[in-house]
């Protein structure tokens, strides 16, 4: 097979659109290009890919490489598309199956020996995963905060040989689970402050009733300090 798809996302904002890595090795003197509107750290991942297909004894292939990131009118940043480029050209080359890729998306800044770095925007990138009804692989350093999403399969990897396995079936990767204990936020106490008998009322009265407030004043007179200590007297949330 000369063609691969794979799943990936980029970041807009809170939202993480998928976006479609199309892997075509062809005839012709060897090149890597990538189209899709890849921005500079994006079009590097070629090189980091070589790398890290070589350095973990892959074959790296001799032919004319095209990766199309789609849609073509969205823009694509930061080195989150390593992995799903890397996958790729393994399954377009024939080293890896495909048939189980569009299980899952795929995200992961991959260093030269192989290792998978952490990425920024996981989280988005996990919820709108999660509402396509797909695993996620991405990198041990990640796993914690995707599992914030609930009801989303997580298999975090510490570098490419350990994501290619699972995906050929000889050593799969486990499931991560994470148990999140919550730990109250410490506020400085209003108690400290002393005096400002009507900001202090003011400040319990909004607390108690769910009212808004605004704080107006010249510099100095304690607007900031007795909103630092605002949040220490609301209810909890769960409430």
Same mark, same amino acid.
């Given at each position: 097979? *000369?063609?691969?798809?794979?799943?990936?996302?980029?970041?807009?904002? #809170? @939202?993480?659109?998928?976006?479609?890595?199309?892997?075509?090795?062809?005839?012709?003197?060897?090149?890597?290009?990538? !189209?899709?509107?890849?921005?500079?750290? !994006?079009?590097?991942?070629?090189?980091? !890919?070589? $790398?890290?297909?070589?350095? @973990?004894?892959? /074959?790296?292939?001799? %032919?004319? #490489?095209?990766? &199309?990131?789609?849609? +073509?009118?969205?823009?694509?940043?930061?080195?989150?598309?390593?992995?799903? =480029?890397?996958?790729?050209?393994?399954?377009? $080359?024939?080293? =890896?199956?495909?048939?189980?890729?569009?299980?899952? *998306?795929?995200?992961?800044?991959?260093?030269?020996?192989?290792?998978?770095?952490?990425?920024?925007?996981?989280?988005?990138?996990? @919820?709108?995963?999660?509402? +396509?009804?797909?695993?996620?692989?991405?990198?041990?350093? &990640?796993?914690?905060?995707? $599992?914030?999403?609930?009801?989303?399969? #997580?298999?975090?990897?510490?570098?490419?040989?350990? !994501?290619? +396995?699972?995906?050929?079936?000889?050593?799969?990767?486990?499931?991560?689970?994470?148990?999140?204990?919550?730990?109250? +936020?410490?506020?400085?106490?209003?108690?400290?402050?002393?005096?400002?008998?009507?900001? %202090?009322?003011?400040?319990?009265?909004?607390?108690?009733? &769910?009212?808004?407030?605004?704080?107006?004043?010249?510099?100095?007179?304690?607007?900031?300090?007795?909103? /630092?200590?605002?949040?220490?007297?609301?209810?909890?949330? *769960?409430?």
């Amino acid at each position: 097979m *000369e063609v691969a798809i794979v799943y990936s996302r980029a970041l807009s904002g #809170i @939202n993480s659109p998928l976006v479609t890595i199309e892997v075509h090795l062809s005839r012709g003197l060897p090149g890597f290009s990538i !189209v899709g509107l890849p921005e500079t750290a !994006v079009r590097e991942s070629k090189d980091r !890919v070589r $790398s890290a297909l070589l350095n @973990n004894y892959f /074959e790296y292939p001799l %032919k004319r #490489i095209t990766v &199309n990131l789609a849609p +073509a009118d969205l823009p694509k940043t930061s080195g989150r598309f390593d992995l799903p =480029i890397a996958i790729g050209i393994l399954a377009a $080359s024939g080293q =890896i199956p495909s048939k189980d890729l569009l299980k899952y *998306e795929f995200a992961g800044e991959l260093a030269l020996t192989g290792k998978l770095r952490p990425i920024s925007g996981c989280l988005p990138m996990a @919820n709108f995963t999660q509402k +396509a009804n797909r695993s996620i692989i991405l990198p041990q350093g &990640n796993a914690q905060e995707a $599992s914030l999403i609930q009801n989303l399969d #997580i298999y975090a990897a510490p570098n490419l040989n350990a !994501v290619c +396995a699972h995906l050929s079936g000889s050593d799969a990767l486990q499931l991560f689970y994470s148990q999140h204990q919550y730990t109250p +936020a410490h506020f400085p106490d209003l108690s400290e402050v002393k005096l400002q008998y009507q900001a %202090k009322r003011a400040l319990e009265i909004a607390a108690a009733g &769910n009212h808004n407030l605004l704080m107006i004043g010249p510099p100095g007179t304690g607007k900031t300090m007795l909103a /630092e200590r605002l949040p220490g007297i609301l209810p909890s949330l *769960e409430n």
